[in-house]
């Protein structure tokens, strides 16, 4: 049986806090109703977001005819509405909403859609 003496026992600290960011919460959708069929040619997207450190979000919006929206509406906004106008009459829309706490953490939205009468 090979043995080896005992070691001692060492600490390491690091100085100040440590620093946690979490990322924010997926967003909630708000309106318009998930699949739902609005009037017009024009609607206001909601939705709602948090984020556990409270930290400001801001949000970049993708909307487009495409079940996976690559067309970015709206960048590095504060509000939890866009305004979506110039729709096209019998069309499908999706959307997402790409959640930021501007310390790095980013959050992607699910994928919602709504369709023009």
């Given amino acids: ?17 440590g620093v946690t960011n979490h990322l924010p919460f997926s967003p909630d959708l708000i309106a318009p109703e998930l699949d739902g069929i609005i009037d017009g040619t024009s609607t206001s997207l909601r939705w709602s977001a948090s984020d556990v450190d409270n930290d400001s979000l801001t949000f970049d919006v993708y909307l487009d005819t495409a079940s996976t929206p690559l067309t970015k509406v709206s960048e590095n906004q504060t509000a939890t509405t866009y305004n979506a106008s ?11 909403v790409v959640v930021k706490d501007g310390k790095g953490g980013e959050t992607i939205g699910q994928v919602w859609s709504f369709s023009t009468k």
Avoid: P, V
């Avoid at 026992?9 to 690091?14: G, P, S």
């Avoid at 110039?86 to 997402?96: C, D, G, R, S, V």
């Fill in 1 to 17: 049986n090979a043995q080896s003496d005992f070691s001692s026992a060492n600490q390491f600290l690091t100085e100040g806090e």
């Fill in 86 to 96: 110039n729709l096209i009459a019998a069309t499908t829309y999706y959307f997402k």
